[in-house]
């Protein structure tokens, strides 16, 4: 299994205190000075260590965005969260060819076989030999998606190069999608954290559809 990260976990309510927090107790410098580099650090090891509910993150983020007087509050959300799941994958996908190039393999590329079971990995063999890149962008919306087709490009030996090319436009379509959620759940509530509770239900629900159909089948 992918290890643990306690301390981000730990993390986590405290992104969450600062992104709910009402702005006439903690000002919206305060919060942005502590909610930027908090989602930053908690998307980024998000995509290292696929624990944390990186989507539901942007999308509490967004929500606070829409409701606080700064400008370009959305934009930074959008850069922050985008960037940082770039890196992470791009860190995880490092990690991943030194374990394929190894003989021994590695502890980061077993984690990435134990979260790709078998037939998605086919599944994501062939659309990726069918599709190319398209294949990779969308593999960032699809809930659980990521692994199996990061894993896929790895069995091709795609070069590093061509993972980032194909990454950068999935990662910018996923920060987008998650934040147009914390958007549309800040604009329906006056409250941020009525925004907050409805952007993280909406994320879990969509998180938890994929497993649910696949039960069903």
Same mark, same amino acid.
């Given at each position: ?22 702005? *006439? ?10 909610? @930027? ?7 980024? +090891? &998000?995509?290292?260590?696929?624990? +944390?509910? /990186? &989507?539901?993150?942007? *999308? ?11 400008? =370009?509050?959305?934009?930074?959300? =959008?850069? /922050?969260?985008?960037? !940082?799941? =770039? %890196? $992470?994958?791009?860190?995880? @996908? ?7 190039? *190894?003989?021994? &393999? *590695?502890?980061?590329?077993?984690? %990435?076989? !134990? ?8 599944? !994501? ?19 659980? &998606? ?16 061509? =993972?980032?090319? $194909? ?10 999608? @998650? ?39």
């Amino acid at each position: 299994m992918i290890p643990t990260a306690p301390a981000a976990q730990a993390a986590i309510p405290l992104l969450a205190a600062s992104v709910v927090t009402p702005a *006439s107790v903690v000002p919206e410098s305060t919060q942005q000075a502590i909610g @930027y580099p908090s989602l930053f650090l908690l998307v980024l +090891i &998000g995509a290292l260590v696929p624990v +944390i509910p /990186t &989507g539901a993150l942007v *999308s509490s983020a967004a929500v606070v965005a829409v409701h606080q007087t700064a400008p =370009f509050s959305l934009a930074m959300v =959008f850069v /922050t969260a985008s960037l !940082a799941a =770039f %890196l $992470g994958d791009a860190a995880l @996908y490092w990690l991943g060819r030194r374990g394929m190039e *190894s003989k021994n &393999g *590695s502890r980061w590329l077993a984690a %990435l076989r !134990a979260r790709a079971p078998e037939d998605r990995l086919e599944q !994501a063999q062939t659309k990726l030999a069918e599709h190319g890149v398209a294949v990779l962008v969308l593999s960032r919306l699809v809930p659980a &998606g990521r692994i199996p087709v990061m894993l896929a490009c790895l069995m091709a030996k795609w070069p590093m190069r061509r =993972f980032w090319r $194909g990454n950068l436009p999935a990662c910018l379509a996923w920060a987008v999608t @998650y934040q147009l959620i914390g958007i549309l759940g800040g604009s329906l509530f006056a409250e941020p954290w009525e925004g907050v509770v409805a952007a993280i239900a909406l994320t879990l629900l969509i998180s938890a559809v994929p497993s649910v159909v696949r039960r069903v089948r």
